[in-house]
Nanobody, 125 residues
Framework: QVQLVETGGGLVQAGDSLRLSCAAS????????MAWFRQPPGKEREFVAA??????????YVPRSVEGRYTISREFGTNTVYLQMNSLKPEDTAVYYC????????????????WGQGTQVTVSS
């Protein structure tokens, strides 16, 4: 059974950095995509980063809305994915979710099969 466990959320001040972790287990993820989405209060879930890897390479995707501030990476040899968030802003406040699957579009939340429980990130001004 596939499980995704997110850690690393918390309360920070504007301008701070935070790193989220997502540990995946119960499956083989090489060739799959793992991604981060966030859901601000009262808003829809939105894509913030994705990574797809094989044994020899990986490809990352980050939307323009967070490009330059957010970086997704994977711990080599594991199924742990990180989201490094820098220069955080109050509007980054959201529940952040890790997702995994084989979506045809990496930014489409409904196309992911597996989801973590989410971790809260709150950025104060």
């Amino acid at each position: 059974q596939v499980q995704l466990v997110e850690t690393g959320g918390g309360l920070v001040q504007a301008g701070d950095s935070l790193r989220l972790s997502c540990a995946a287990s119960g499956g083989t993820f090489s060739g799959s995509t793992m991604a981060w989405f966030r859901q601000p209060p009262g808003k829809e879930r939105e894509f913030v980063a994705a990574i797809r890897w094989s044994q020899s390479s990986s490809v990352t995707y980050v939307p323009r809305s967070v490009e330059g501030r957010y970086t997704i990476s994977r711990e080599f040899g594991t199924n742990t994915v990180y989201l490094q968030m820098n220069s955080l802003k109050p509007e980054d406040t959201a529940v952040y979710y890790c997702a995994a699957g084989e979506p045809q579009r990496h930014d489409a939340a409904p196309l992911y099969h597996y989801w973590g429980q989410g971790t809260q990130v709150t950025v104060s001004s």
